[in-house]
C-alpha cells in the first residue's frame, strides 16, 4: 500500500532556481494539501485542491504554484527560490466523509 | 494569537510515567479535533481523534473542554516507543476542502 508517495526526498537549489515537487496518492481521495513545516511553526497551508481541476491559496501561497494534473496527482512549483522556502514540504490527501488527512514522507528542500 | 497553542516542551519521562499535554484552540466554531503523532523527520500519522465525551484508546486518553477551548493528551505507563512529537490538530471550516490547523507540537522524550 503506497499511500502518499513524494519525489524528490531531498534537494538542494540555489537561489533564483526553480524546481516541482511531486505528490500521487493511490486512495482515491478527492482532496490534496501541500504544507511546509518550519521549526516552531507547525504545519502551515501553502495551497490545497478540494477535487479535480480546482487549486485554491492556503495560508502561505506566495511564491508558489500549484497543479492537479488529475485525481492522483498535486504537484507544487517553486518559480524561482529563495533561501526563506527552505524547509520540509508535506503532502497530504483526504477522503470525502472524513477530516483525516494522510501525509506523503516528506521533501526536504534547501535553498542557498 | 496562534489559532491552536501548545506547550512546546520539551517533556523528558522516565519509562513507566504519566505525561500529560494540553493544547488550546480560538475558533469556538471548530467542531473535530484530533491528536497526530510526528516521529523525529517523518511525517505526522493521526493518533486519535478527540470527541465532547472524552474517549480512550489503550494507554491515551484524550479529553476535550469545548466552554475552556481546550484540548487534552494523556499517556499512561510511557513506553520508549512514545518519543515523539505529539500534534494538537482543529478542523477549519472554510470552503469545501475540509482543512485542519496544527499546533507546532509537543516534543516527548521517553528515558530508560
Known amino acids: 500500500n503506497a499511500g502518499v508517495t513524494q519525489t524528490p526526498k531531498f534537494q538542494v537549489l540555489k537561489t533564483g532556481q526553480s524546481m516541482t515537487l511531486q505528490c500521487a496518492q493511490d486512495?482515491?481521495?478527492?482532496?490534496m494539501y501541500w504544507y511546509r513545516q518550519d521549526p516552531g511553526m507547525g504545519l502551515r497551508l501553502i495551497y490545497y485542491?478540494?477535487?479535480?481541476?480546482?487549486?485554491d491559496k492556503g495560508e502561505v501561497p506566495n511564491g508558489y504554484n500549484v497543479s492537479r494534473l488529475n485525481k492522483r496527482e498535486f504537484s507544487l512549483r517553486l518559480e524561482s527560490a529563495a533561501p526563506s522556502q527552505t524547509s520540509v514540504y508535506f503532502c497530504?490527501?483526504?477522503?470525502?466523509?472524513?477530516?483525516?488527512?494522510?501525509f506523503g514522507p516528506g521533501t526536504r528542500l534547501t535553498v542557498t | 494569537r496562534k489559532e491552536v497553542e501548545q506547550d512546546p516542551g520539551p517533556f523528558n519521562v522516565p519509562e513507566g510515567a504519566t505525561v500529560a499535554f494540553n493544547c488550546t484552540y480560538s475558533?469556538?466554531?471548530?467542531?473535530?479535533f484530533f491528536w497526530y503523532r510526528q516521529d523525529c523527520r517523518k511525517e505526522p500519522k493521526l493518533l486519535m481523534s478527540?470527541?465532547?465525551s472524552g474517549n480512550e484508546d489503550g494507554r491515551f486518553t484524550a479529553q476535550l473542554n469545548r466552554a475552556s477551548q481546550y484540548i487534552s493528551l494523556l499517556i499512561r505507563d510511557s513506553k520508549l516507543s512514545d518519543s515523539a512529537t505529539y500534534l494538537c490538530?482543529?478542523?477549519?471550516?472554510?470552503?469545501?476542502?475540509?482543512?485542519?490547523?496544527f499546533g507546532s507540537g509537543t516534543q516527548l522524550t521517553v528515558l530508560p
Open positions: 497530504a490527501s483526504r477522503d470525502s466523509l472524513s477530516y483525516e488527512q494522510y
Open positions: 486512495m482515491n481521495h478527492n482532496s
Open positions: 485542491s478540494a477535487s479535480e481541476g480546482t487549486t
Open positions: 475558533n469556538s466554531a471548530s467542531q473535530s
Open positions: 478527540v470527541y465532547s
Open positions: 490538530v482543529v478542523n477549519r471550516r472554510t470552503g469545501s476542502a475540509r482543512q485542519l490547523t
